[in-house]
Each structure stands twice: as structure tokens, then as C-alpha cells.
T-cell receptor, first 112, second 111 residues
Framework: GAGVSQSPSNKVTEKGKDVELRCDPI?????LYWYRQSLGQGLEFLIY????????KSGLPSDRFSAERTGGSVSTLTIQRTQQEDSAVYLC??????????FGSGTRLTVV | GENVEQHPSTLSVQEGDSAVIKCTYS??????FPWYKQELGKRPQLIID?????GEKKDQRIAVTLNKTAKHFSLHITETQPEDSAVYFC??????????FGSGTRLLVRP
């Protein structure tokens, strides 16, 4: 596609429920990244995919967080048993190696 | 791992004045330094980047400088305009993978 697409744009969920966030990167971009941005804060690295493999998962905050990527394209970030501290904007980005990222518009997650 | 510090956290300038935002990084192996602009409620967008084999890069009113020895890099915006008001993030990485971002600078350009 023309840009990085994320869905849903907004998600309100009850504490303890699982959520899935989706990212559809730019076609041909082999690298895909997930970041988290809390209100008024910086960008916290979560996980990086090269193709379908994740060579760096070091930013995932806990084992409640997982992500996968299939077909070298769409990625899903799953948060199990959501907590209020998980509330943030989750940003996905994709790139061709050696170039800067293109970010999606993000998913604003609110855990109530 | 890499750590990026960014200063100042907020910056207010008069329209037409220059603005400078500074970042330092910790990993001497870092070789790619992009800058992103994030307007309120929108996605971060790449505005300029520099690689470690270059000391300075300019694009119209925006310039970035890099001092590899001191592990400093800076964003310079000249002739600021109200539409430059946004949050600016610096970042550093090795080979453009896994950007580590600074904490951001909120720039306000007063008309």
C-alpha cells in the first residue's frame, strides 16, 4: 500500500482482556518495528522483524506481550490480560534496510 | 545498549528566530541519525537524517550536524515559522535498524 496501515485506530478494553493490534507495512519493506508511546512521552522500542523472524524482542515489557509476522507482511501485536499501564499509543513502522522508518498512525489503546 | 539523550525538553522561540535541539548517544557503533517531527495527534515523520560518514547535511531551513568524536548531533531550524511547532525526536541506530529515540523536544514558535 501507499503507507503503513494500523488497525484499529482506537481500542478501549477492560482490564484483564486480550487485545490484538494489526500492522500492514508498505509493500516491499522487509523490516517492521513496533514502538509504544505513552502520553507526552518518547518512543519505546518493543520488537523488530526482518522478514518473518524477530531478531530483537528485547523491548517487550513482559511475557503478556507477543508479536508475529506472516508472509513477510502483516504483523499482529498481542497483549494478554491487559493492565492499565498498557494504555498508550502503539506505533508500527516499516523500512527498507538503510532507510528511515515510515510510521503508521498508531493504535490508541485505553485499558479501563 | 544504546542510550540517546535529548535537550531541551521544551523550546519556545519567536517566529523568524533559529531553533537548535541537541542529542548525545552512547554507542560509538551507531552510524545512522534521523530526526522525526510529530505534530499533535499525528504520526512521527522523518524530516532529515545523517550518516556517520558525513558531518553536516542541509535541506532548506533544516540542517543536522554530527560530531562523532563527542557523540553529539544537533538539529538546526532557521527562520522558524508557526508550522514548525511540533515535538521533535532524534534517534540513533546501527545500520538503520532498531532506532533508539530521544525523549523529544516540544518546539513552540510564537507568531
Amino acid at each position: 500500500g501507499a503507507g503503513v496501515s494500523q488497525s484499529p485506530s482506537n481500542k478501549v478494553t477492560e482490564k484483564g482482556k486480550d487485545v490484538e493490534l494489526r500492522c500492514d507495512p508498505i509493500s516491499g519493506h522487509t523490516a517492521l518495528y513496533w514502538y509504544r508511546q505513552s502520553l507526552g512521552q518518547g518512543l519505546e522500542f518493543l520488537i523488530y522483524f526482518q522478514g518473518n523472524s524477530a531478531p530483537d524482542k528485547s523491548g517487550l515489557p513482559s511475557d503478556r506481550f507477543s508479536a508475529e509476522r506472516t508472509g513477510g507482511s502483516v504483523s499482529t501485536l498481542t497483549i494478554q490480560r491487559t493492565q492499565q499501564e498498557d494504555s498508550a499509543v502503539y506505533l508500527c513502522a516499516s523500512s527498507i534496510q538503510g532507510r528511515g522508518y515510515t510510521f503508521g498512525s498508531g493504535t490508541r489503546l485505553t485499558v479501563v | 545498549g544504546e542510550n540517546v539523550e535529548q535537550h531541551p525538553s521544551t523550546l519556545s522561540v519567536q517566529e523568524g528566530d533559529s531553533a537548535v535541539i541537541k542529542c548525545t548517544y552512547s554507542d560509538s557503533a551507531s552510524n545512522y541519525f534521523p530526526w522525526y517531527k510529530q505534530e499533535l495527534g499525528k504520526r512521527p515523520q522523518l524530516i532529515i537524517d545523517i550518516r556517520s560518514n558525513v558531518g553536516e547535511k542541509k535541506d532548506q531551513r533544516i540542517a543536522v550536524t554530527l560530531n562523532k568524536t563527542a557523540k553529539h548531533f544537533s538539529l538546526h531550524i532557521t527562520e522558524t515559522q508557526p508550522e514548525d511547532s511540533a515535538v521533535y525526536f532524534c534517534a540513533a541506530s546501527i545500520s538503520s535498524y532498531k532506532l533508539i529515540f530521544g525523549s523529544g523536544t516540544r518546539l513552540l514558535v510564537r507568531p
